[in-house]
C-alpha cells in the first residue's frame, strides 16, 4: 500500500508541475509579446500647434511719464480753447499769450518751427511788469519730426559748446512725445519735449535738472 501512495503521489506532483511550467511559459510569451509591441510602436509624433497669439496689451510700450509733483492748491490757470491746452502757473506769475499766423517759409522767434503757419507763444513773466519771459511754451502746426530735426540741427549742432546727452520716446497724457535732453557748457543738463497732439506740436518750457519749479511749470500743462 505504501508503494502504490508513493506512486499516485509521483504522478501527482508531476502533473502539478508540467501545470506550472505551462503557466510560467504562457507568463513569459505574454510579457514578451507585450514588450515587443511596446517597443516596436511609433512615438507620438509631434503636432504643429499655431504659436499662441499676442494681444496688443502685451506689446512693448513707449514709457509713459510719470508726474512726480504735486501742484499747489492756489496754483493760477491759463487756458487756451484755440490750442487746446492750460496752463497752471504761481498766482506770483502771470502768462503773456500771442499768436500770430504767417505764411510758409517766414521767419519765425525759434528755433523748431519755420515750417509752421501757425504759432502759438505762452510766455512765464515773473510779474505782470516784467520785460522778458522766464519761460516759453510753444505751439505750432508743423510735426514734431520736421521740429526735431531743426532743433538739433539750428541750436544743438551749431553750438559747439552744447552736447546732446539723450533722445527718447515717450507718451505724455497718452500723447507721443520726444524727449532731448542737452548741456550747455557748466550749466546743468535742461530737457526739451516735443509732443504731438491734436495736430499740434507742443514744445513746453524745458525742464531743468535740479530746479524743482521748472519740472512743476511743464507738469502743470495740461494737453486736451
Known amino acids: 500500500m ?12 508531476i502533473i502539478v508541475t508540467l501545470a506550472l511550467l505551462g503557466l510560467i511559459a504562457a507568463g513569459g510569451y505574454f510579457a514578451w509579446t507585450n514588450y515587443s ?5 511609433d512615438p507620438p509624433k509631434a503636432t504643429n500647434s499655431p504659436a499662441p497669439s499676442v494681444s496688443a ?13 504735486t501742484i499747489p492748491s492756489d496754483w493760477k490757470t491759463f487756458s487756451n480753447a484755440e490750442y487746446k491746452v492750460s496752463l497752471k502757473y504761481p498766482a506770483t506769475m502771470s502768462i503773456n499769450y500771442s499768436t500770430k499766423d504767417k505764411k510758409s517759409g517766414e521767419a519765425t522767434d525759434t528755433t523748431f518751427s519755420a515750417k509752421a503757419t501757425k504759432l502759438g507763444v505762452f510766455c512765464y513773466l515773473e510779474t505782470p511788469s516784467s520785460q ?5 511754451m510753444y505751439a505750432f502746426n508743423a510735426s514734431a519730426a520736421d521740429a526735431i530735426s531743426e532743433y538739433k540741427s539750428t541750436f544743438i549742432g551749431a553750438n559747439s559748446n552744447i552736447k546732446l546727452v539723450s533722445e527718447s520716446k515717450l507718451t505724455i497724457d497718452g500723447h507721443e512725445a ?3 535732453t542737452y548741456k550747455q557748457g557748466s550749466m546743468a543738463e535742461e530737457t526739451t519735449y516735443f509732443i504731438s497732439a491734436n495736430g499740434f506740436t507742443y514744445v513746453p518750457a524745458n525742464v531743468v535738472t535740479g530746479n524743482n519749479t521748472s519740472r512743476m511749470l511743464f507738469e502743470a500743462v495740461s494737453i486736451q
Open 132 to 136: 522778458s519771459c522766464s519761460g516759453i
Open 37 to 41: 509591441t511596446n517597443r516596436t510602436t
Open 178 to 180: 520726444t524727449a532731448i
Open 2 to 13: 505504501a508503494n502504490l501512495s508513493q506512486k499516485g503521489f509521483g504522478a501527482v506532483e
Open 57 to 69: 496689451s502685451t506689446l512693448p510700450q513707449a514709457n509713459s511719464y510719470q508726474r512726480t509733483t
